[in-house]
């Protein structure tokens, strides 16, 4: 089994950041590539970042690009999402996830049938 705890959300003006973090337990953390994804009220889940597990390759969707920049920490198993000139539309519950395949560096980052674990999630509301 893989647990992975969302921290960082809650709530900050437009033109703030905030510092998403994603602690991994379970198994061998650095073999995975990782992602982001959000949710609004009514909306599909998105995907917003991922990384692949040699964290060298970063994926970004085109409304985050140079805004939103993910990190990994292997010795940590902790992956991050810093998150810089926030706007409203960027609210939404916030969701990490691990691949479902270890050492993978092809396939589609982007869809969130890729990712077989997911966290609880966590809530960043942006107000104008």
């Known amino acids: 089994q893989v647990q992975l705890v969302e921290s960082g959300g809650g709530m900050v003006q437009a033109g703030g950041s905030l510092r998403l973090s994603c602690a991994a337990s379970?198994?061998?953390?650095?073999?995975?590539?990782m992602g982001w994804f959000r949710q609004a009220p009514g909306k599909e889940r998105e995907f917003v970042a991922a990384?692949?597990?040699?964290?060298?390759?970063?994926y970004y969707a085109d409304s985050v690009k140079g805004r939103f920049t993910i990190s990994r920490d292997n010795a940590k198993n902790t992956v991050y999402l810093q998150m810089n000139s926030l706007k409203p539309e960027d609210t939404a519950v916030y969701f990490c996830?691990?691949?479902?395949?270890?050492?993978?560096?092809?396939?589609?980052?982007?869809?969130?049938?890729?990712?077989?674990?997911w966290g609880q999630g966590t809530q960043v509301t942006v107000s104008s």
């Open positions: 379970g198994r061998t953390f650095s073999r995975y590539a």
């Open positions: 996830a691990a691949d479902s395949v270890s050492y993978s560096g092809s396939g589609d980052y982007t869809s969130p049938l890729r990712y077989a674990y």
């Open positions: 990384i692949t597990w040699y964290g060298t390759i970063t």
